[in-house]
């Protein structure tokens, strides 16, 4: 793979509702839309040490981020993917890539993980609000 030397040249990492690993399984949310969008947007935009806004579009529900490791000193790219399933709830997509040559061992799994964590806690919302998107919705009459 050739990439320009500002791109991202090392490991890709995303999240899945079916993945085996917890941190890469993303969230579903029963709360808004903009509620979400907006504790991702205030996370990035400033929440986050050492993290920025690269470009966000809340039509497209896309924020790209720039997140600078401390200790290697390298640059890792984060897409947060904010949008509507299939049956109304609102769901957080994140991806990773890297741009260092480096190992990554493991750093986007925990990234990403430790991203989730932290949009659970700045949007307070408590378990039964984040729902198991691997298994089809119960309908309580």
């Known amino acids: 793979m050739t990439a320009s030397p500002t791109g991202p040249v090392g490991p890709r990492v ?4 079916l993945s085996d690993d917890p941190r890469l399984a993303g969230r579903t949310y029963a709360v808004p839309f903009d ?3 907006n504790a991702a947007l205030r996370l990035v935009g400033g929440g986050l040490p050492r993290w920025s806004v690269i470009h966000a579009d809340d039509e497209e529900g896309i924020i790209d981020a720039r997140c600078k490791t401390l200790l290697l000193r390298t640059e890792d790219q984060i897409r947060v993917d904010v949008g509507l399933d299939g049956n109304g709830q609102t769901r957080v997509d994140l991806s990773w890539t890297t741009a260092s040559r480096r190992p990554a061992l493991g750093r986007g ?14 949007l307070g919302v408590e378990a039964h609000l984040i729902l198991d ?3 089809p919705p119960r309908w309580d009459a």
């Open 35 to 37: 509620a979400v969008w």
């Open 109 to 122: 799994a925990r990234l990403l993980g430790w991203f989730a964590r932290r949009l659970d806690r700045e």
């Open 133 to 135: 998107a691997s298994s």
């Open 14 to 17: 995303g999240t899945d509702p």
